[in-house]
């Protein structure tokens, strides 16, 4: 199952914070996968990851990111997914903007929607796909900065960003972690 977070309605539809249900709508675009609403508070679709691959069920929680376990966790136990399986796109402000990170379990790192999901799911041991969005500027308070729309710069590249962070969705879903991390986090620098 993978999980795009973000805020309902079209005045969050293009901010940071709904980066992830970006994602998902890339995912869905690439897969020809049409998007539904579930009885239990989201837009799902599925997909095969690859030719004979693992299918994917897409989902878009139409609940506010604050309380994005409620869905996470009704679609969890109708589909029977456990957490393991459960792969949850969002926003980083811990990362720039063009980079993107890979990890499972560990802190929310203060994201109150992967709180709720933890809280929901009863663990912190599910897939991330954590999608740089960049810090804010000077003393912008960052809640305010994720609900903003990107800079005109960063919507240039935003399609390439979107592209990257699905491509690494379906990495995860058809290898390990660990092939995943090699391939898309950035090497480092000396």
């Known amino acids: ?5 973000g805020n ?3 005045d969050y539809a293009r901010t940071r914070h709904n980066v992830g249900q970006m994602v998902i709508d890339e995912l869905a675009d690439r897969f020809g996968t049409r998007l ?5 508070g989201a837009a799902v679709g599925t997909a095969l990851a690859a030719p004979g691959g693992p299918k994917l069920l897409l989902a878009k929680p139409a609940s506010y990111m604050n309380v994005s376990g409620r869905p996470v966790g009704a679609l969890a ?5 456990a957490p393991a399986n459960i792969i949850v796109v969002h926003d980083e402000i811990d990362i720039p903007f063009d980079a993107l990170k890979l990890k499972t379990g560990g802190s929310e790192g203060g994201h109150n929607g992967l709180k709720s999901i933890s809280q929901v799911l009863g663990t912190k041991d599910y897939l991330r796909v954590r999608v740089g969005v960049g810090r804010p500027p000077g003393r912008q308070p960052a809640a305010d900065f994720v609900l903003r729309p990107f800079s005109a710069a960063e919507r240039e590249l935003l399609p390439l960003h979107l592209d990257r962070a699905a491509d690494a ?11 995943a991390q090699q391939k898309f986090h950035p090497a480092p620098t000396r």
């Open 1 to 5: 199952m993978v999980v795009g977070l």
């Open 8 to 10: 309902p309605g079209p």
């Open 36 to 40: 539904t609403a579930h009885k239990a």
């Open 77 to 81: 136990r109708f589909y029977s997914v």
């Open 169 to 179: 969705v379906v990495e995860l879903a058809t290898a390990s972690l660990e092939q």
